[in-house]
């Protein structure tokens, strides 16, 4: 008797991250640091807005954008498109070192140089560099530093500000390295989805947007003591047009800790309760240097906290 024909395993699809593209850009180079993503299809889009509009539609499973700068701070387009227009929740946040290097055609000298393109926030980054060393070049915006990448190698005058990655994809020349006006640049970026909050992992981060229900003295005052009555920390704190009349602004706020957490979940609890409305957008384990062992430490005092709690409770009578 012939065996019934078995059907093949179905593979899953393999996860689709949008990303700012085209290729080379700083947003590639910091989401293909990360290990666990390896297997993912990276999907470039021209903005940073249609990478969001992407994840939202459900074209691609996440996202993965620029939020902060360094030396520019908040990339408002981002921050301003999660807090308003989009249903979005921040999976994690990843932190790259940048370096802006000038780039053009090979042969090309800065004297040849008409105009040099890169995304607003690198132009913000190098305009010390570029009014001394290219005064006479047009300094104008692309999409990504990508963009202006292969812009200049279409064209002999055109200069990009981008990173070495971009060089090495469009065949450019370095004509100097590491060119942003103050060291120790970095960006931060979030990965995205439509749903999920991660599990707590001792060393987290939580945003949230909040709307004060009445404009009146003292209110924000009054919310930022919720958070100080319970020595809970704040990482960041900025205030955003909520484009409906001049004068009126929301706050997003970056809380050192998770909604997992029963003390942060108190105070926002309280604050919507109270004071304003609040939109959340994630809670997600923080980078920065020793971010690892601080997750470690802070499990194994949870761990300790928990079996001196269950010790006590133990003892009351039923």
């Not at 939580?206 to 009555?229: H, K, M």
């Not at 300790?304 to 269950?310: H, I, K, P, Q």
């Amino acid at each position: 008797m012939a065996k019934p024909i078995e059907n093949p395993p179905s593979v899953a699809p393999p996860l689709r991250i949008a990303y700012l593209g085209p290729s080379g850009t700083f947003t590639e180079q910091a989401l293909v640091s990360q290990v666990d993503l390896a297997t993912a299809e990276l999907v470039p889009y021209p903005k940073f807005v249609d990478v969001l509009d992407a994840t939202s539609t459900g074209e691609t499973q996440m996202g993965f954008v620029a939020i902060e700068n360094a030396i520019e701070g908040t990339v408002n387009v981002t921050l301003d498109a999660l807090a308003f227009d989009h249903e979005l929740l921040i999976q994690r946040e990843v932190v790259l070192d940048i370096q802006l290097d000038l780039m053009a055609r090979s042969g090309t000298s800065l004297d040849d140089i008409t105009a040099v393109f890169s995304h607003p926030v690198a132009n913000a980054q190098c305009r010390q560099f570029l009014h001394k060393e290219v005064p006479r070049a047009e300094v104008k915006a692309a999409n990504s530093t990508s963009e202006a990448a292969v812009m200049a190698a279409d064209d002999q005058t055109i200069a990009a500000l981008a990173p070495a990655l971009a060089a090495e994809r469009y065949g450019l020349e370095t004509l100097a390295a590491d060119v942003a006006d103050h060291p120790g640049n970095q960006t931060r970026f979030v990965l995205v989805a439509p749903s999920g909050v991660p599990a707590r992992s001792g060393h987290d981060k939580t945003t949230v947007v909040l709307n004060q229900r009445e404009d009146r003295p003292g209110s924000l005052v009054a919310i930022l003591q919720e958070f100080a009555a319970r020595s809970i920390n704040l990482s960041r704190l900025s205030s955003r047009p909520v484009k409906t009349a001049l004068g009126n602004y929301c706050f997003i706020v970056d809380i050192d800790g998770h909604i997992d957490d029963e003390l942060l979940a108190d105070c926002l609890r309280a604050i919507r309760a109270k004071l304003a409305d609040i939109k959340f957008l994630g809670s997600y384990p923080a980078e920065g240097k020793g971010s690892t062992e601080t997750r470690l430490e802070v499990t194994t005092a949870w761990a300790e906290a928990d079996r001196w709690l269950d010790d006590i409770r133990s003892q009351i009578e039923r």
